[in-house]
C-alpha cells in the first residue's frame, strides 16, 4: 500500500482529543463549583465523568496509535518530517492509552501524568528543533503548536496528582484554591494546542485534497 499524507486528519485527532479532554475537566470542575461555590446539594462526581470519557478516548486513542506508526513505517518524502510529526503523535497515544486503562481499572492517574509531563518536555524539544531548522511553512504555528502541548503536558502531571487526591478523599472538603491554579493552566494550554492543531490542520486540507502525495 502506497504512502498518503494523512496529517490533517491526525491534527484533528489531536484537537478532538485536546477539547475532550476540556470537556471532562470542565465538567467536574462544574459538579464543583455547583457544591462549594453555590452551595447545592449535587455531588462532585469526578468518576462518573472519567468513565463517561474513555470509551471515546480509546477510540482516538486506537487511531492514533495505529497511524502513528504507519506513518513512522510508511514516510516517504524527503526530510525527517517523519520524526518530527510522529513520535510526539505515537507518544500521545500511549499516555492515551495509559488513560484509558487507569481510569478503566480505576487506577491512580499520576503515573499517566508523569508520563505526560516527560513527553511534555520532549515535545517542546521537538517543536524547537523543528523551528531552528525551518521544516515547516508555518514555523511559528509550528512552535505554538508543539510548545503549548508541551506545557500541558507539563501541567497534566500536578492536575492528576489533584484528581487522585481528590479521588481518594472523597468530594466532602473543597479543593485548595491554589491547586485549581494549575488545573487552569493545563486547560489553557491544551485548549491553545487543540485550536492550533485544529487550525493548521485546516489549513493543510485544501493543499492534500489539490495534491495528494
Same mark, same amino acid.
Given at each position: ?14 484537537? /478532538? ?15 464543583? !463549583?455547583? !457544591? ?43 526530510? #525527517? ?12 497515544? =500511549?499516555?492515551?492509552?495509559? /488513560? ?47 510548545? #503549548?502541548?508541551?506545557? #500541558? ?11 487522585? !487526591?481528590? !479521588? ?14 494549575? =488545573? ?13 492543531? #485544529?487550525? =493548521? ?13
Amino acid at each position: 500500500m502506497g504512502f498518503v499524507d494523512e496529517l490533517a486528519l491526525e491534527l484533528f485527532t489531536v484537537a /478532538f482529543l485536546g477539547f475532550l479532554m476540556d470537556y471532562v475537566v470542565l465538567a467536574i470542575y462544574r459538579d464543583y !463549583r455547583a !457544591r462549594y461555590v453555590n452551595k447545592s446539594n449535587s455531588k462532585v462526581s469526578i468518576e462518573s465523568h472519567l468513565q463517561g470519557s474513555i470509551y471515546m478516548v480509546a477510540a482516538i486513542t486506537v487511531f492514533i496509535l495505529v497511524m502513528g506508526f504507519y506513518g513512522e513505517i510508511t514516510w516517504s518524502l524527503p526530510g #525527517a518530517y517523519n520524526l518530527l510529526f510522529y513520535d510526539p503523535y505515537i507518544l500521545l497515544g =500511549i499516555i492515551s492509552l495509559g /488513560f484509558v486503562l487507569s481510569v478503566k481499572y480505576n487506577q491512580k492517574l499520576q503515573y499517566v501524568g508523569l508520563m505526560a509531563l516527560f513527553a511534555g518536555l520532549v515535545l517542546i524539544e521537538y517543536g524547537v528543533s523543528g523551528y531552528n531548522l525551518g521544516y515547516t511553512n508555518s514555523p511559528l504555528a509550528l512552535l505554538g503548536l508543539y510548545t #503549548a502541548f508541551g506545557l #500541558a503536558g507539563i501541567f497534566a502531571y500536578p492536575t492528576t496528582l489533584i484528581m487522585d !487526591r481528590y !479521588r481518594s478523599n472523597g468530594s466532602n472538603k473543597p479543593l485548595n484554591r491554589n491547586y485549581i491554579i494549575f =488545573i487552569v493552566l493545563f486547560l489553557l494550554f491544551i485548549t491553545l494546542g487543540s485550536l492550533l492543531a #485544529a487550525y =493548521i490542520g485546516g489549513v493543510a486540507v485544501p493543499a492534500h485534497l489539490a495534491a495528494p502525495p
